[in-house]
C-alpha cells in the first residue's frame, strides 16, 4: 500500500536537464514530507531537496539554484527538476516520504542518472 516509484533517471551530457518523477500513493503523499536522495558510488545517501505538505522546500548547497523540487496533489507525483548537470551529480537517485510526526519513512527502489563530461 505504501508505494513510492521513481522514473525519469539516464545518461545525459554535462549541462543538460533531466526531470525526475516520483509516484506516491494517495494516502502517503497527503500527510507526509517528500524528497529526493542521492547516493553517489562510494558515498553516503545525501538529502537533495524536500518539499512539505505546505509547499516549503528546502535544498543541499550543492544543488540550489539548479534543481526544483515540485509536486503535483492531482497526480500524487512529486518531481525534481534538475538543470545545469554536473559529472558530480552522478548517483542513484532515491525518492522518500516522511512524516515529522511518527518519524516513519519509506523509500523507493531507485533511479540512475549518470552525467558524462
Known amino acids: 500500500q505504501v508505494q513510492l516509484v521513481e522514473s525519469g533517471g539516464g545518461l545525459v551530457q554535462a549541462g543538460e536537464s533531466l526531470r525526475l518523477s516520483c509516484a506516491v500513493s494517495?494516502?502517503?503523499?497527503?500527510?507526509?514530507?517528500m524528497g529526493w536522495y542521492r547516493r553517489a558510488p562510494g558515498k553516503q545517501r545525501e538529502l537533495v531537496a524536500a518539499?512539505?505538505?505546505?509547499?516549503?522546500?528546502n535544498y543541499a548547497d550543492s544543488v540550489k539554484g539548479r534543481f526544483t523540487i515540485s509536486r503535483d496533489n492531482a497526480k500524487n507525483t512529486v518531481y525534481l527538476q534538475m538543470n545545469s548537470l554536473k559529472p558530480e551529480d552522478t548517483a542513484v537517485y532515491y525518492c522518500?516520504?516522511?512524516?515529522?510526526?511518527?518519524?516513519?519513512?519509506?523509500w523507493g527502489q531507485g533511479t540512475p542518472v549518470t552525467v558524462s563530461s
Open positions: 494517495r494516502t502517503i503523499f497527503a500527510i507526509n514530507t
Open positions: 522518500n516520504a516522511h512524516n515529522i510526526a511518527t518519524l516513519l519513512s519509506y
Open positions: 518539499i512539505t505538505s505546505g509547499g516549503s522546500t
